[in-house]
Nanobody, 128 residues
Framework: QVQLVESGGGLVQAGGSLRLSCAASGRTFSRYAMGWFRQAPGKEREFVAV????????YYADSVKGRFTISRDNTKNTVYLQMNSLKPEDTAVYSCAAGTPYYWGSSSYYSNGRMDYWGQGTQVTVSS
């Protein structure tokens, strides 16, 4: 069982930056691929980014490539999402998620939301 708690959301102007953090419980954090997803009001949940358990591989949604960076610190049981050049369309609740231990799938696997554990989410609002 993995428990995930997100932080770092808030209100920012377009063009600004935010860094989200997701702290995981337990001593097995380094076994899991970790991802970020978002859901805007009235829309379905959308894949943002995912990082392998070692941190050596990543996938990003086309809409955030070049603007967002996912990273992890296995010594701190934490995954991060650095968001730069934010746009109003990035406004959403951002949630982190943990995948199947020691499994690294294709980008389509993760873009379909195939994760085992989910956090509650943190609100990000980008004003124009």
């Amino acid at each position: 069982q993995v428990q995930l708690v997100e932080s770092g959301g808030g209100l920012v102007q377009a063009g600004g930056s935010l860094r989200l953090s997701c702290a995981a419980s337990g001593r097995t954090f380094s076994r899991y691929a970790m991802g970020w997803f978002r859901q805007a009001p009235g829309k379905e949940r959308e894949f943002v980014a995912v990082i392998s358990w070692s941190g050596g591989s990543t996938y990003y949604a086309d809409s955030v490539k070049g603007r967002f960076t996912i990273s992890r610190d296995n010594t701190k049981n934490t995954v991060y999402l650095q968001m730069n050049s934010l746009k109003p369309e990035d406004t959403a609740v951002y949630s982190c998620a943990a995948g199947t231990p020691y499994y690294w799938g294709s980008s389509s696997y993760y873009s379909n939301g195939r994760m085992d554990y989910w956090g509650q989410g943190t609100q990000v609002t980008v004003s124009s």
